[in-house]
Structure formats: structure tokens, C-alpha cells
């Protein structure tokens, strides 16, 4: 309520100075300079009191009603520019579920005219299953916003849409409930392309798992009649262990795809980092790892966040040409965010490429020059899905430093000790 009615003060501040009326707006003017420093809200409060003051001080009461009409006028416009311009479907219903108004991007959707849909029945009509209407209506009239709701609605050709929709309740003084505006977006294309995805990944993993397992079976065989440490067969393996990692970030990359909101969840990023830590230092590749991390660091994140701080990990040693790598880890709250928390991953190696970083902080996808970089672009998306922050940056030893800031589960995530 405060942002309409800061519109509509700023709307009858420029009707004031439309229409000539330089003393009132002058007088509203000092009003707002001498409370400036106020809290937003109390600002609002008082702007819009006073308001009522200088309208009667400086104006007669045709002048006053002839003012509050054209500001008036000047919102509704404005907001009917806005609902007539949106591609997305624009919908008002009354309480009984009859629409009452139907933009342009509505037609545009469904195919239906306003004058076709207004005083129709918006569930029997567009759903695809009326019932769940009286479940949105019930929310609706609790206070409840719908947000993202992924349903099916029918448009004029008699085919089904795949749509997300928005919702919000209307009230009044005398009725209280007073029905819901929608906003809908057809997404069928989308999700007809998460399909398609979704089926031949499957197909290629299943694939890449059994031609591999016949691939490791020969190899066995042909392993037995050759001298211990062959060279061409330690490649091979590398290979065949490479070929099955892209398989499993690829199922990793259609989990975070399927995902949502209903994905984040609290996890204790320090319980987390010590179970990844013990399991780099049990690794064949030597290395000095120091990590100062408090007892519990509760975040909310996605849930495939151990990949991404195990992708972070592997990188600092494996790719460090250093004869024992040297990689230090912290976590601390964010200094820039008191409700973040913040995963430092540090090593002493060459430095990271240019094309990897970019695909670490890049604001869209870079091309790949190689199949690590999907590994890096799944922990981009696992952290941007997790609300969370992406930093490289030179670390201290010359190499590269990572960091990764997270939505805190709580204020303060106790002392850090040394693991």
C-alpha cells in the first residue's frame, strides 16, 4: 500500500504544477525537504497528510476535486498503458471467478476477445481442471499471493497450454474480498524443450553407461596380456573415467533444471566442507590443505550445493602444477552482507584461465573450449540457484581464490576453528 500511495502523491505533486497551481506545489514541496530524513514509511504518512493540509489552504473545492480527478486520471492511464502493453495475459476476476477484465495480451494468449470473455467464468472456460480454482480463490481471499504456479489452461483452438501463473487479491472498504487479478504467461514451448532435453539426456546417459561398461570389460581383458603401468592403458582409463564424469554432471544439470524453489534447503555449509575436506585429503594426489571453519555455518541452498564446493576443491589441487599444492579454505560471514555467508577456497596454483573464469562470472554462457568448463558452468548455476554469489579473484599464494557467498540460515554462524 505505501508504493501506491507514494504514486499517488507524486502524482498530484505533477497535476500541481500542471495546472498552475506553483503556491500548493511549492507548499508540499518545503513539506517534503523538512522531512526528508524520516523513515520511508512515516515519510509517506505525513507527505500524504499533509497533502490534505495544503489542498485546503491553497486551493477552493472546485479547484481541490478538479486536482485529485486528473491525478487520478493520470494513474489510471498509466496503469492501463501497463496492463494493454504486457505481453502476459492480464485478467481480473469478481469473487464468484466471472472476468471482468481482459488485456490484449490475454487475447493474444488464448485467442479470445475481451468482448468475448468479459462475465465468462475464468475456470470453466480456461483451466484445465476448474476444481483447483476454489483452492486459489480460498488462498486468494486468506490474503495469500500466488507466485509461479504452474497449471494447464485451455485456449480458443482447443488445444492445452502449459501456463505459470501470478496472483493477487482485490479488496474494498464494503465488501472486504472483492475478487483477484491474474497474470498468466504461456510457457508450453518451454516446457515441450525441457522435454525433448530432458529424454535425450537420458538416452545419451544410459547410453554412455553401458558402451562404457563394455569399454572397461575389453580394456580388463586386453589389460591382462600387457605389462603392469601401460601407458596407453592408464589413457584409456583417464578417458573412460572422463566420458562417465560428464554423464553424472549431466544428470547433476537435469536435477537443477527440474528444480525451483522447493529445492532450497538448509544445509551446514561447515559439517559439509569438513566430510569434502577429509575426503580431498584420503585422495592419491598429495597436497597441504588448511581450512579455518566454524562449528556449524547453516545456509539455505541448493541441494546439489556438494558438487559445486567439490568441483571448487578438485580444481584448487588437480590443476595445480605445484609439487604439493597448497590450498586454504575459510568461512566467515560475509563484511558486505551481515545475513550472507562466505566460502573462500584458495590455492597456489598457475591461475585460472581466462575462459574458465568467465565461465564462473560471465553474465551469460561463454563458449566451452574444452569439457571441464561444463563442470564449471553447472557450479555457476548450482550457486546462482542457491541466491548465491560467484568471486575469482588472485589469492594470496599468487594462484586462484574462489569465492562463494551464500543466504545465511542465521544471524551469526558461531567461532571458526582450524580443521
Known sequence: MK??????????????????????????LEAYQSQAAADRAELVHDLLSEL???LGQHLDERE???????????????????IE????????????????????????????????????SYPERLMDSPET??????????????????????????GVLDVRLWAAPLRSKENGFDGATFVISDISDRKQREQRLSVLNRLLRHNIRNDMAVVQGRLEMLAEELPDDNPHVET???????????????RHIERLGDGGD???TELDLATLLRDRLDRLRAGTVEADIQASVPDRAPVFAHELLPYAVDNVLENAVE????????????????????????????????????????????????????????????TRWIIRSSDGELGVDTSRFGGTRVSIRLPSARAQSGASHPI
Do not use: C
Open 3 to 28: 508504493r501506491h500511495t507514494e504514486q499517488f502523491v507524486g502524482a498530484l505533486f505533477r497535476t500541481l504544477a500542471d495546472e498552475g497551481h506553483a503556491e500548493a506545489q511549492e507548499a508540499l
Open 52 to 54: 490534505v493540509v495544503v
Open 64 to 82: 481541490e476535486v478538479d486536482v485529485l480527478t486528473d491525478a487520478i486520471e493520470v494513474l489510471l492511464n498509466r496503469f492501463s498503458a501497463v
Open 85 to 120: 502493453a504486457s505481453p502476459a495475459a492480464i485478467l481480473v476476476v469478481d469473487t464468484d471467478g466471472r472476468i471482468q477484465l481482459w488485456n490484449d495480451g490475454a487475447e493474444r494468449t488464448f485467442g479470445w476477445t475481451e468482448s468475448e470473455m468479459t462475465g465468462i
Open 133 to 158: 480454482f476454489e483452492e486459489y480463490l480460498r488462498r486468494l481471499q486468506d490474503g495469500e499471493r500466488l507466485t509461479g504456479v504452474e497449471t494447464r489452461h485451455h485456449n480458443r483452438d482447443g
Open 236 to 250: 584409456i582409463e583417464r578417458r573412460i573415467d572422463d566420458v562417465l564424469d560428464m554423464s553424472e554432471t549431466a
Open 262 to 264: 522447493a529445492d532450497l
Open 319 to 378: 590443476h595445480n602444477d605445484a609439487t604439493t599444492p597448497r590450498v586454504a579454505v575459510d568461512v566467515s560471514p560475509a563484511p558486505e552482507a551481515s545475513n550472507r555467508v562466505a566460502l573462500h577456497i584458495a590455492d597456489d596454483g598457475p591461475g585460472l584461465p581466462d575462459t574458465e573464469r568467465k565461465v564462473l562470472t560471465a553474465d551469460t554462457e561463454t563458449q566451452l573450449t574444452h569439457s571441464t568448463g561444463v563442470g564449471l558452468w553447472l
